[in-house]
């Protein structure tokens, strides 16, 4: 079962809403809106993207690798090294 199970509803609820922003930034595109104003909706979206990466990581962390640590072996060198990447991958977006 993936980690974040419990709060699927909501991450599938909050990908949806960017969706619209992603329309949104595309439709202010196809009618030729204001640079400034198609970026600044660029960033919003970004910024969303990132809540709901975080979301992401944190249930990784409480319930992936806490199970690991749990269960110990080589599974903790595993989850702590894929949450390693994902931060970094993560830091450097």
Request: hydrophobic residues 40%; contains cysteine; charged residues 25%.
């Amino acid at each position: 079962m993936a980690g974040y199970q419990e709060h699927r509803d909501g991450v599938l609820r909050r990908l949806r809403l960017i969706e619209g922003q992603v329309r949104g930034v595309q439709r202010m595109v196809e009618e030729d809106t204001y640079c400034v104003d198609v970026l600044t909706q660029i960033s919003a979206t970004n910024a969303a993207l990132r809540s709901v990466a975080l979301v992401m990581l944190d249930e990784h962390l409480n319930s992936c690798v806490t199970e690991a640590i749990v269960g110990g072996g080589e599974q903790v060198k595993v989850k702590v090294g894929e949450a390693s990447r994902a931060i970094s991958r993560l830091v450097r977006a």
